[in-house]
């Protein structure tokens, strides 16, 4: 059986749950080897192999944490070179995309980003995007080289699949632009304790109807009795109420959760650019005609004061 290269998204070892998505969307299509880079590589292992990577494929190095991302390039493409995969699977984080699409243009292949699901072919795996704000599913193929794709968040479901995972180091030499680009600082975000608004399950957002920073509670309290991240509208970002680290849309960041709760949010292509592909999406707006409804799967008609704290209440109490 082929073999497909699967990029590895982990902090300090611990594997991002995108990545075991793109382990059950793998082995649909060939058989996963893992590339796992930077401090704690090899521990990533058993969890890959839980999740189904036949080989694990590890190389450490301060190029990796020193550097932005050309380094992991370096290392990709000699895994690519040590394997020739089927295809290679990234996620689609901003530096998964720029990695996989710098990956394509050394090895002269083609490159399909933000897929949603992927299925095997005839002719190679094919690839579901979504466009015009969900209005449109799109499958192409990368007729050009190997496949390289990136998937979203969300995109399949986690599944156990117990395979051997076998650790081997990966030897990768660093060409001259790998240290072009020094890291000067990290700056952790203040943690709340909520999932990483990219991954979460469920998101609640809130927009301009939310009407103050500090009404961002009550959307919180619903996001909390729900364990999902929050989001905001630009609107909602733009007037300083909540951080744009949370802005869900096109300038800001694309979620695909299995429910996406729109609060006081009109439904502006611009936003939906950001959550069209959620599985699930209720709004809740207290007016009838607002564009978000020609969207939704469960739309409520009222005003979000009355009927968030409502739903948060309701979810307690179960
Ligand atoms: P509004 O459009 O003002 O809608 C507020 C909604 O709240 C209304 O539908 C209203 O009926 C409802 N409402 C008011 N009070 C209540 C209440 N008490 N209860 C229930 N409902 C209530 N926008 C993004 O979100 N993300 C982006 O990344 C983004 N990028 C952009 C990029 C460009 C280049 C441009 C030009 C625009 C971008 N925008 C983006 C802005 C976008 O066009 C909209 O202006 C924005 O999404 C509107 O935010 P909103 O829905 O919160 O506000």
Do not use: C
Not at 130 to 149: D, H, Q
Not at 227 to 247: C, I, K
């Amino acid at each position: 059986m082929a073999e497909v290269l699967v990029y590895v998204d982990h902090v300090d070892g611990a594997v991002r749950k995108p990545t075991l998505e793109l382990l059950t969307l793998a082995r649909r299509i060939g058989e996963p080897v893992a590339v796992a880079l930077g401090a704690g590589a090899e521990a990533t292992a058993p969890a890959l192999a839980e999740h189904g990577a036949v080989k694990v494929l590890t190389a450490d190095a301060p190029e990796f944490a020193d550097y932005l991302v050309v380094p992991k390039v370096d290392a990709l493409q000699a895994a690519y070179e040590a394997v020739s995969p089927a295809a290679v699977l990234v996620p689609s984080s901003a530096e998964g995309k720029e990695i996989a699409a710098r990956l394509a243009v050394r090895i002269g292949s083609g490159i399909i980003t933000d897929a949603v699901d992927l299925e095997a072919g005839d002719e190679g795996p094919v690839a579901t995007q979504s466009a015009f704000a969900a209005s449109f599913t799109t499958k192409s193929r990368v007729s050009k080289g190997t496949p390289v794709i990136t998937v979203k968040p969300n995109s399949a479901a986690v599944e156990a699949a117990p395979a051997a995972g076998t650790v081997e180091a990966l030897s990768v030499s660093f060409g001259e632009l790998a240290t072009g680009t020094k890291v000067v600082a990290r700056t952790p975000r203040e943690s709340t304790g909520r999932p990483e608004l990219t991954e979460a399950a469920i998101v609640v957002s809130g927009g301009r109807g939310v009407n103050g920073a500090e009404n961002f509670s009550i959307i919180e309290a619903l996001a909390d009795s729900l364990g999902a991240a929050v989001g905001a509208s630009r609107a909602a970002v733009d007037a300083g109420w909540y951080p744009h680290s949370n802005q869900v849309g096109q300038t800001g960041k694309s979620v695909s959760p299995q429910l996406y709760i729109a609060s006081g949010i009109s439904g502006a292509i611009q936003h939906r650019a950001g959550m069209q592909t959620s599985k699930t999406i209720v709004a809740i707006n207290k007016d009838a005609e607002a564009p978000i409804f020609e969207l939704v799967d469960y739309g409520i008609v009222g005003d979000l004061f009355d009927v968030v704290p409502q739903l948060t209440q309701e979810i307690q109490s179960r």
